[in-house]
């Protein structure tokens, strides 16, 4: 059984309240809140004020994915717009041992998040400083993408190094999550599944994710 975290990307902003609360009452564990700002990824998806907004009605804890680049100099401000989670981009830092230690000081876990090109191995010495890796499936930027099917193998050399390295670390994969894919990834080691498109995108989204959750 994996933890289950919709993505708000895919929710409907016009009624986000709304999905909120339909999120509160499902057993989704995590709310993911993608921010998006049109240079680290070729899309804009929203900021604070709406990270902000979905803390006020979520009474889950918000995991939120920074595909932006300089997080330093957001995570503050994310974490008091509600954050439990923050996770930053590998190949958006340079200092990522002081990012990481930047995140735990504000009380709250620290998390990874990998692009399909960047190798598990360069987590191997930090690994015990992560609380969650985010090994992205799709290339990260939109909702509704296609799977990218060499995740699997990225899963397995992840939890290996995890165990080598006794680390506690929690993996999520974030992109083509469904139906198909969530069984294979929870066999090969994933915690934490994300879930954009295929929970809001399906006819009852509070059954999707029962559904995933049961798996
Ligand atoms: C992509 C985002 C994902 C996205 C996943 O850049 O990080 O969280 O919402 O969407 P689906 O589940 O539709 O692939
Ligand atoms: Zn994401």
Do not use: W
């Not at 996770?87 to 340079?94: D, F, L």
């Amino acid at each position: 059984m994996a933890y289950i975290a919709p993505s708000v990307l895919s929710c409907d902003f016009a009624n986000i309240q709304r999905d909120i609360e339909m999120l509160n009452k499902s057993q989704a564990d995590y709310i993911h809140v993608d921010i998006m700002d049109g240079v680290f990824v070729p899309n804009i998806s929203f900021g604070l004020p709406v990270c902000e907004a979905m803390a006020r009605h979520a009474t889950k804890p918000l995991d939120v994915h920074l595909m932006i680049v300089h997080p330093e100099n957001y995570v503050e401000a994310f974490k008091k717009a509600g954050a439990s989670i923050i996770s930053v981009h590998y190949e958006a830092c340079n200092h990522l041992h002081r990012n990481l230690q930047q995140i735990k000081a504000l009380g709250i876990q620290a998390g990874v998040a990998l692009n399909p090109h960047t190798s598990v191995s360069l987590l191997s010495e930090i690994i015990q400083d992560i609380d969650m890796v985010c090994l992205m499936s799709v290339n990260p930027g939109f909702g509704g993408q296609k799977f990218i099917e060499n995740t699997y193998s990225k899963v397995s050399q992840l939890k290996n190094l995890i165990i080598q390295k006794n680390a506690s670390t929690k993996i999520e994969i974030d992109g083509g999550v469904n139906a198909e894919t969530a069984p294979k990834l929870i066999k090969a080691g994933a915690d934490v599944l994300v879930a954009g498109s295929y929970v809001f995108g399906a006819a009852n989204p509070t059954q999707t994710i029962a559904e995933l959750k049961s798996l």
